[in-house]
């Protein structure tokens, strides 16, 4: 059984279909990339997925269970026991510093421990800047900030809207090597990205373009 | 206290020390809510007692009268007033009244005890002192100024009666006994000797007598034939002073005891009216701060919509959202109510020092009163903006908007 499955996915905003009739399956442990211009409609996809939204029409499966019908309690429970969400915009606490911000993942999760959290942090690199607020700490730093709070409670499938989208390059390798780890450890991705480069390196690569999907194949170059 | 909420507390009190720019507007309405009610409370509990006692410096409450047409004596007085708690009885003076001639002009002699005169009348104003003793006067000042007296004079009052077999002469100190010519008649001058000590100044009737001591009065009248009249001051309000009185008055005494109206009952319209100034200024107060607090919470929330989307993404149930936002406006109304409890204490006692010059008490009761006050008015306050941070969607918050 698929990790995951869109079933003819339609997402209408009046006369403009966000995504049209998609229909996309995602095995366990798959480490995807969705790309496609500008307002082809990755991020109506992965709110779909994550179910910030709910489809115009279809269905979205995850473990076999159509998700578009959960309550609102189940879909929280869903948030937070299947899936880790890293923004674009990295949507960290800005009075709670680093390791504060992981911990809060993990008080919804179960319990928080802060050394499991200084753990998390210390394998993006951060464990010197666990005291930090947001404000003290650079969009990269952020950004790995917001991977470890979405990898903290061992989470089956990572969503991921453009996470290098405001990192430069030398910080984009460092979040590259954490999906790559991250993939390793049998973790399922999804990373939305228009960014060829953070498309390159995952294992299968999905085209989007005016809400339609137009390729869907395996790379070439993917290093397992 | 599991790490949960060690965790919990440690979000709560992050999100209040370190933004506490913002919530500095809400915890000075607290604050000001707080310190104006208990203040106002402190007050409102004091005043009643400060009042009496200003009251009862504006004179005696209760006058005794002879029930009939004779006189009241002292052991009546004495049994009378011992009806009254002894903390409660702040002094009484008994007067007694007699017509003589002073230069062949009819003025009142007044006898009267000068060491509780003040308790029962403070308002006495006295240029010179209050006589200390026997042989010494007080005169009322319009008649001072009849006779051309001022303080350190010294005058005699004469009292001249007929003298017959029977007059017993040796109770009077210094006479003089003469024969009227025509008559035979024998008559007797009887001298009582004064020194002024002070003038009296009061605005009343009591500016044209002569005040001496009853001693002084006995002997001059040859009798002590007891009192027409005691003032009494008791601190006691209208209800509680109304049992006594009726204590005192269904006794077997030969004495009726009597409210002095004017005074009691003006106090007790007084603070009736202070009661409903109180209770309108507290609700008037206590609908800003929850307005503050609101209008404060409401932005807080609106500001942290982001925040509260992105707790809902990680998992966190509505109930956790509104425990979260609740605690934070519990430990506000919480330290809002101790700072505003001791701040409203000082409030009360510079306002009582000014208004009564005394000290207020300090209620230690009133500490958890503010607390427990504050905290339910922030609660409450917080319920609506709380319910519009469970409404937030995390979609629409975290889908980049
Ligand atoms: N709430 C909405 N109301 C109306 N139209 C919307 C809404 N959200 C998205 N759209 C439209 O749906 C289309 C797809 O948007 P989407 O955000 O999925 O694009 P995207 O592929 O993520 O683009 P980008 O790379 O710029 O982020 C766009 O044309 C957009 O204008
Ligand atoms: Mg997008």
Aim: glycine share 8%.
């Amino acid at each position: 059984m698929k990790l995951l499955e869109l079933k003819n996915v339609t997402k209408r905003y009046g006369s403009l279909y966000a995504l049209d009739k998609v229909s996309l399956g995602i095995e366990k442990g798959e480490w995807i990339a969705i790309m496609g211009p500008s307002g082809s409609g990755k991020s109506t996809m992965m709110n779909i997925i994550s179910c910030m939204d709910k489809p115009t029409e279809g269905q979205v499966f995850f473990d076999g269970k159509d998700i578009t019908k959960y309550s609102r309690r189940k879909l929280t429970e869903f948030h937070r026991d299947k899936i880790g969400l890293v923004f674009q915009q990295f949507h960290l606490i800005n009075y709670l510093n680093a390791v504060e911000n992981v911990m809060v993942a993990q008080y919804y999760h179960s319990m928080p421990d802060e050394k499991e959290a200084l753990e998390a942090l210390e394998r993006v690199g951060l464990k010197d800047r666990a005291k930090h607020l947001p404000s003290q700490l650079s969009g990269g730093e952020q950004q790995r900030v917001c991977i470890a709070r979405a990898l903290i409670n061992s989470p089956e499938l990572i969503l991921a809207d453009e996470p290098t989208g405001n990192l430069d390059e030398a910080n984009e390798n460092i979040v590259l090597d954490l999906f790559r780890q991250l993939h390793k450890d049998g973790t399922s991705l999804i990373v939305v990205t228009h960014d060829p480069e953070v498309g390159e390196v995952a294992e299968r690569v999905v085209r989007l373009e005016h809400g339609k999907i137009i390729s869907d194949k395996k790379n070439s170059g993917f290093a397992e | 206290m599991n790490k949960k909420h060690r965790m919990f507390v440690r979000m709560v009190l992050a999100s209040l020390i370190r933004r506490r720019s913002r919530m500095i507007v809400a915890l000075l309405a607290v604050v000001v809510g707080a310190t104006i009610l208990s203040g106002l409370g402190l007050i409102y509990y004091d005043v009643p007692r400060q009042m009496s006692a200003q009251f009862r410096s504006y004179g005696a409450n209760v006058i005794f009268t002879p029930s009939g047409d004779s006189y009241i004596t002292d052991d009546e007085i004495k049994k009378a007033v011992s009806v009254f708690p002894s903390d409660k009885l702040e002094g009484y003076t008994p007067y007694r009244y007699e017509n003589s001639k002073l230069n062949n002009l009819p003025v009142t002699l007044a006898g009267t005890d000068f060491s509780s005169v003040l308790k029962t009348s403070p308002y006495w104003h006295i240029s010179g002192e209050l006589p200390d003793g026997n042989g010494k006067t007080l005169v009322g000042k319009k008649l001072a100024e009849k006779f051309g007296f001022s303080t350190g004079d010294s005058f005699s009052m004469l009292n001249s009666f007929q003298v017959t077999d029977d007059t017993d002469l040796s109770v009077i100190p210094d006479y003089e006994i003469y024969t009227d010519p025509q008559t035979g008649e024998k008559y007797c001058d009887h001298m009582l000797d004064l020194s002024l000590s002070g003038i009296l100044e009061t605005g009343g009737p009591e500016e044209e007598y002569i005040y001496v001591t009853l001693d002084d009065l006995s002997a001059l009248m040859r009798s002590d034939r007891g009192c027409d009249l005691a003032e009494v001051s008791v601190a006691a309000r209208e209800e509680e002073l109304k049992g006594y009185l009726d204590d005192i008055n269904n006794g077997s005494g030969n004495l009726t005891a009597k409210p002095v109206k004017r005074v009691t009952a003006s106090e007790s319209t007084v603070l009736s009216k202070l009661e409903s100034l109180v209770l309108i200024v507290t609700a008037v107060v206590l609908a800003l701060t929850m307005i503050c607090v609101a209008t404060t919470m409401m932005a807080v929330i609106a500001e942290r919509r982001r925040e509260i989307g992105l707790r809902k993404a990680l998992g966190a149930l509505d109930s956790s959202i509104i425990l979260e936002f609740l605690s934070e406006g519990l430990v506000l109304g919480a330290v809002g109510g101790i700072t505003g409890s001791l701040l409203g204490y000082l409030f009360a006692n510079t306002v009582s020092m000014n208004v009564f010059s005394s000290a207020i008490t300090f209620r230690p009761l009133l500490i958890p009163v503010a607390i427990i006050v504050s905290v339910a008015v922030t609660g409450l306050a917080c319920l609506i903006p709380i319910r519009s941070a469970v409404d937030v969607d995390p979609a629409l918050v975290l889908k980049g908007e």
